[in-house]
């Protein structure tokens, strides 16, 4: 073979319903010579920044224009090693702008990459955006988050049925930037085949939308369609964050050599080593503790000690005070209220901490999740376009009630009709056209 594989990509990023500004960047690097891809592969990035408005989105952009300019540019002997070494260079790049400006001090930003190549997938991952890969009806996440949540499931304190009770979502432990120096897991080579569907993404979309949700839809829609409907669906039930995608869709793929550790379907690959940085060290050291010294407290209280309660419970929020100072995450940027009262529509379905209780491994791929049953998928489009309709026709919007018509009609024949595909894409259409008009009205940067 004498050209790279036939892969068709998109890549959407948008500012979400509650953010002033996007800290989200992305870049895409394809190559164009069958050597340049076999040696380096095609490259996708994704980066949430963070650490205040204009300090988040410097720290993504810096990300997204160092890195693949490292990653090409280098002559390493593997694509693992173009990988690591080119994270390392972004970090250092984002740390030393830091270091030049005093406002810039803690910026930093997740980053997530994966290389597609002769060597199959590659993936260099910092912090908790995600990488997944849709193959056979099976959604399977190839990153470990690098949370408080996940590591303190990892370390065996907290289980994926209660970590939600104990710990914020929202903290991570590991970022590009704020420390000179920063464990980078590289996870593969996983095996690429024709039909696969790859997709990097950021946490605003992956706090709002499920992974059986998702898989669905890439596994349905061509990549444009299902990266837009992705992120209108984040919208729609809060977009309480920024929220990229970008989705890979292969459609031929020569026969990788060596071939990657997962050639068969689903067999296990061993992860790079997970480490903490400083921060996230000492976020989740503060964490412990303060499960620690509540946990004591309760105890004394049990047995009457009410002064070693109290020692315990202060000792205890000191301790969740700490942790939370050390965690890199940005606070949320208050941002006026959308005037539509409904927009959060649909209920976060991931406060549960369903996401985290399907097939939780400590080995690549760290959870898998099967998609293949539609029926859950076309109940929530219907509900989501349902209750869009019934807003616009309330608010007396400017759409053609005639064409959602039917678009809707020709969803519930395919449905009918056993075509789930079909009712998806008519859903997607309803629920794109409606949620154009929403940003319209709430804001003058439609989704991009």
Same mark, same amino acid.
């Given at each position: 073979?004498?050209?790279?594989?036939?892969?068709?990509?998109?890549?959407r990023?948008d500012?979400?319903?509650?953010?002033?500004?996007?800290?989200?960047s992305?870049?895409v690097?394809?190559?164009?010579?069958?050597?340049?891809?076999s040696?380096?592969?095609?490259l996708f990035?994704?980066?949430?920044?963070?650490?205040g408005h204009a300090?988040g989105?410097?720290?993504?952009r810096?990300?997204?224009?160092?890195l693949p300019?490292?990653y090409?540019?280098q002559?390493?002997?593997?694509?693992?090693?173009?990988?690591?070494?080119?994270?390392?260079?972004?970090?250092?790049a984002i740390?030393?702008?830091a270091?030049?400006?005093?406002?810039?001090?803690?910026?930093g930003?997740?980053?997530?990459?994966l290389?597609l190549?002769?060597?199959?997938a590659?993936?260099?991952?910092?912090?908790?955006?995600?990488?997944?890969?849709v193959?056979k009806?099976?959604?399977?996440?190839?990153?470990?988050?690098?949370s408080?949540?996940?590591e303190?499931?990892?370390?065996?304190?907290a289980?994926?049925?209660?970590?939600?009770?104990f710990?914020?979502?929202?903290?991570?432990?590991?970022?590009?930037?704020?420390?000179?120096?920063?464990?980078?897991?590289?996870e593969?080579?996983?095996?690429?085949?024709?039909?696969?569907?790859?997709l990097?993404?950021?946490?605003?979309?992956?706090?709002?939308?499920?992974?059986?949700?998702?898989?669905?839809?890439?596994?349905?829609?061509?990549?444009?369609?299902?990266?837009?409907?992705?992120?209108?669906?984040a919208?729609?039930?809060g977009g309480?964050d920024?929220s990229?995608?970008?989705?890979i869709?292969?459609?031929?793929?020569?026969?990788?050599s060596?071939?990657?550790?997962d050639a068969t379907?689903?067999a296990d690959?061993?992860p790079?080593?997970?480490?903490?940085?400083?921060?996230?060290f000492f976020?989740?050291?503060?964490?412990a503790l303060?499960?620690? *010294?509540l946990?004591?407290g309760?105890?004394?209280?049990?047995?009457?000690?009410?002064?070693?309660?109290?020692? *315990?419970?202060?000792?205890?929020?000191?301790?969740?005070?700490l942790?939370?100072?050390?965690?890199?995450?940005a606070?949320?940027?208050p941002?006026?209220?959308?005037?539509?009262?409904?927009?959060d529509?649909?209920s976060?379905?991931?406060k549960?901490?369903?996401?985290?209780?399907?097939?939780?491994?400590t080995?690549?791929?760290?959870?898998?999740?099967? *998609?293949?049953?539609?029926?859950?998928?076309?109940s929530?489009?219907?509900?989501?376009?349902?209750?869009?309709?019934?807003?616009?026709?309330?608010?007396?919007?400017?759409v053609?009630f005639?064409?959602?018509t039917q678009?809707n009609?020709?969803a519930?024949m395919?449905?009918?009709?056993?075509?789930?595909?079909?009712?998806?894409?008519a859903?997607?259409?309803?629920?794109?056209?409606l949620?154009?008009e929403i940003?319209?009205?709430?804001?003058?940067n439609?989704?991009?």
């Amino acid at each position: 073979m004498t050209s790279p594989p036939i892969v068709q990509y998109a890549s959407r990023t948008d500012v979400g319903m509650r953010r002033a500004a996007n800290q989200d960047s992305l870049a895409v690097r394809m190559c164009s010579e069958f050597h340049e891809w076999s040696q380096c592969g095609h490259l996708f990035v994704v980066a949430d920044g963070m650490g205040g408005h204009a300090v988040g989105d410097l720290a993504s952009r810096i990300t997204v224009e160092t890195l693949p300019h490292a990653y090409f540019k280098q002559d390493a002997v593997s694509v693992e090693t173009r990988l690591r070494q080119s994270i390392f260079a972004t970090n250092k790049a984002i740390n030393d702008r830091a270091r030049e400006n005093r406002e810039f001090e803690g910026m930093g930003t997740t980053c997530s990459v994966l290389s597609l190549s002769d060597r199959g997938a590659v993936v260099g991952h910092v912090g908790d955006s995600r990488v997944y890969r849709v193959r056979k009806g099976l959604m399977q996440q190839l990153t470990f988050d690098h949370s408080l949540q996940w590591e303190m499931i990892r370390l065996g304190r907290a289980t994926a049925e209660n970590v939600e009770l104990f710990h914020p979502r929202n903290v991570i432990t590991r970022c590009l930037g704020p420390d000179l120096s920063v464990p980078v897991d590289v996870e593969g080579p996983f095996s690429v085949e024709a039909g696969d569907v790859f997709l990097l993404c950021s946490d605003g979309l992956t706090n709002h939308v499920t992974d059986e949700v998702a898989g669905g839809i890439l596994a349905s829609l061509p990549p444009a369609d299902s990266s837009r409907l992705l992120i209108n669906l984040a919208n729609c039930r809060g977009g309480t964050d920024n929220s990229t995608a970008i989705v890979i869709h292969v459609e031929s793929y020569p026969q990788c050599s060596p071939v990657p550790r997962d050639a068969t379907a689903f067999a296990d690959v061993q992860p790079s080593a997970t480490r903490l940085s400083g921060r996230g060290f000492f976020a989740v050291l503060f964490a412990a503790l303060a499960i620690t *010294c509540l946990t004591l407290g309760g105890i004394a209280a049990a047995f009457g000690n009410l002064l070693v309660a109290t020692s *315990c419970g202060i000792a205890s929020g000191i301790s969740l005070l700490l942790s939370l100072r050390f965690r890199p995450k940005a606070v949320p940027l208050p941002v006026p209220a959308l005037s539509l009262a409904n927009m959060d529509m649909v209920s976060d379905v991931q406060k549960d901490g369903s996401a985290l209780r399907s097939s939780f491994r400590t080995t690549s791929p760290y959870r898998t999740v099967d *998609c293949r049953d539609m029926g859950a998928l076309l109940s929530i489009l219907d509900e989501v376009q349902s209750e869009l309709v019934q807003a616009a026709r309330d608010g007396d919007w400017k759409v053609d009630f005639d064409e959602l018509t039917q678009l809707n009609r020709q969803a519930l024949m395919s449905q009918q009709a056993q075509k789930p595909e079909r009712a998806i894409r008519a859903w997607g259409r309803v629920i794109d056209l409606l949620m154009k008009e929403i940003y319209q009205r709430t804001r003058h940067n439609p989704a991009s």
